[in-house]
């Protein structure tokens, strides 16, 4: 079992509101000199599997069709072993 943690935020050049009001927002409440904030989400889930280039494809996939939007999102997921071991981050294009 494979505990992921996806990360999806806005591709460069997106529209963020959200990001934009907060930019806009921050300098009222006395924090100056903060840029180029992007908003995205945080996923958590819990995979089962014993390969993790297995798991890895399938997270993959599930970003790139449900998760992430890829045409204006970009997304990168880590894996971790439930027993703590696991691995580094994957990407999405």
Do not use: H
Request: aromatic letters at 8%; proline letters at 4%.
């Amino acid at each position: 079992m494979f505990k992921v943690s996806v990360y999806v935020t806005p591709k460069a050049g997106i529209l963020d509101p959200q990001g934009a009001t907060i930019e806009r927002a921050l300098p009222a409440l006395g924090f100056s000199g903060v840029t180029q904030i992007q908003v995205g989400r945080f996923i958590t889930l819990f995979v089962d599997g014993d390969d993790e280039s297995a798991v890895r494809a399938d997270v993959d996939s599930m970003c790139r069709r449900l998760l992430a939007n890829p045409i204006i999102e970009d997304y990168t997921f880590e894996l971790l072993g439930v027993d703590g071991s696991g691995g580094d981050a994957g990407a999405g294009e």
